[in-house]
């Protein structure tokens, strides 16, 4: 079974500046990645996904995430912060024929102006 | 746009009730899936239906049981709620059966908040 390590609970950062998420995975089988935003008090949606390919991907809200399979991480990027982004994410990941996810713990940004 | 809706925001019952849980999505989906989330324990899969009444056990189904009579709906339910049963309950669809190495996005609703006094 895969499992999935978010290494910081909690990020707090300012508005305008960088934020990094960590993100490690282990498996014994090639994986599919995946990280989730979830606003207070909604559902999650989905920020990107790398599923093959390129190992950087972009996604939605100016997020960027590197897949380094040496290193078996999948971390989330964003070069400049703004209050909206405060959430929490969670990064996922499944095997290949799978469409079952397994989670990490999650890690709530919290923007500071 | 995909929409999964969930019946209840929030919910109060107390221990020893029968409770329902309702999940409807509008995509025409396969796949529901009926997760908890836990601070400090992120999502964990409680179960999941690939097609009308199919259902395989998640990764904690102790406790619950689900039932899909139609394709858009998706019902969890806890046969004897207990308070280690307080939650926020995800209920999530996806298309596709993962045949071909292909998975596509789960899309979730916006939770149900589960208080068992």
């Known amino acids: 079974a895969q499992s999935v390590t978010q290494l910081d609970s909690q990020v707090p950062v300012f508005e305008e500046a960088p934020v990094e998420l960590r993100c490690n995975y282990s498996?014994?089988?090639?994986?599919?990645l995946f990280w989730y935003v979830q606003y207070p008090n909604q559902g999650l949606q989905l920020l990107l996904k790398y599923l093959s390919g390129s190992t950087l991907v972009k996604g939605i809200n100016g997020f960027e995430a590197e897949f380094n399979k040496s290193q078996t991480s999948f971390h989330l990027r964003k070069p400049s912060v703004h209050i909206s982004d405060t959430a929490e994410y969670f990064c996922?990941?499944?095997?290949?024929?799978?469409?079952?996810?397994?989670f990490g713990a999650g890690t709530t940004v919290t923007v500071r102006a | 746009d995909v929409k999964v809706t969930q019946s209840s925001r929030y919910l109060v019952k107390r221990t020893g009730e029968k409770v329902f849980l309702e999940c409807v999505q509008d995509?025409?989906?396969?796949?529901m899936f009926w997760y908890r989330q836990d601070p400090g324990l992120g999502l964990r899969l409680i179960y999941f239906?690939?097609?009308?009444?199919?259902?395989e056990k998640g990764d904690i189904p102790e406790g619950y049981s689900v039932s899909r009579e139609k394709k858009e709906r998706f019902s969890l339910i806890l046969e004897s709620a207990s308070t280690n049963q307080t939650s926020m309950y995800l209920c999530?669809?996806?298309?596709?059966?993962?045949?071909?190495?292909?998975?596509?996005?789960?899309?979730f609703g916006p939770g149900t908040r589960l208080t068992v006094l």
């Open positions: 995509m025409d989906h396969e796949n």
């Open positions: 999530a669809s996806s298309t596709g059966t993962g045949v071909g190495g292909e998975i596509d996005t789960q899309y």
């Open positions: 996922a990941v499944s095997k290949f024929n799978d469409y079952k996810l397994s």
């Open positions: 239906s690939y097609d009308v009444k199919m259902k």
């Open positions: 498996s014994s089988v090639s994986v599919y």
